[in-house]
């Protein structure tokens, strides 16, 4: 689904990477980097003025991580879908993450292949996990993982 202008707000604390992302999300049809930040706080801010459909954000930022920044973003635009990009890969954080409300979790190593993937999914109203984490929860699942009241990585 293509929106008639889809509008992303970039959000990590180094400047290179954000102009990367920048580089390729606006070589797509119809999409527009609305915006860019360096923090949470800044993020937060951006987010309730800008309104855009997508935040993709790192967790790890300076004067506020994107985990508490995620649900102060969805009170100021509560449209707003929350796309998690990051170099963490654990369990911890991919349930912070989910509790937070982010509708979407992409390794950095793995963003050249599935971020346009994961931002289209989230604009038709899906979930998106990179393969690797989707490939660590199903193995969870499959080995006993997940039974009643169990969550990823837990040890129950």
């Known amino acids: 689904m293509r929106l008639a202008s889809v509008r992303i707000l970039l959000v ?10 920048a580089f390729i999300l606006s070589s797509q049809s119809g999409w527009e ?23 993709v954000l790192d967790v790890s930022m300076p004067v506020l991580n994107g985990l508490h920044a995620i649900g102060h973003i969805l009170k100021a635009a509560a449209d707003t879908k929350i796309l998690v990009l ?4 654990s369990d911890q954080i991919l349930r912070a993450v989910v509790s937070a ?14 971020l346009i ?19 660590q929860v199903l193995d969870q699942y499959f080995e006993g993982g ?4 169990r969550t990823p990585g837990s040890q129950n």
């Open 86 to 89: 990051t170099l963490h890969n």
């Open 33 to 55: 980097v609305c915006g860019e930040a360096s923090n949470g706080r800044e993020t937060v801010e951006k987010a309730g003025r800008l309104r855009p459909n997508i935040v």
């Open 146 to 149: 997940f039974g009643a009241g």
């Open 117 to 135: 993937a994961a931002i289209e999914a989230l604009l038709k109203g899906q979930t998106y996990f990179t393969s690797k984490v989707a490939a």
């Open 101 to 114: 409300g982010a509708k979407g979790f992409v390794l950095k190593s793995d963003a050249g292949i599935e």
């Open 12 to 21: 990590d604390d180094h400047d290179v990477v954000r102009k990367g992302l």
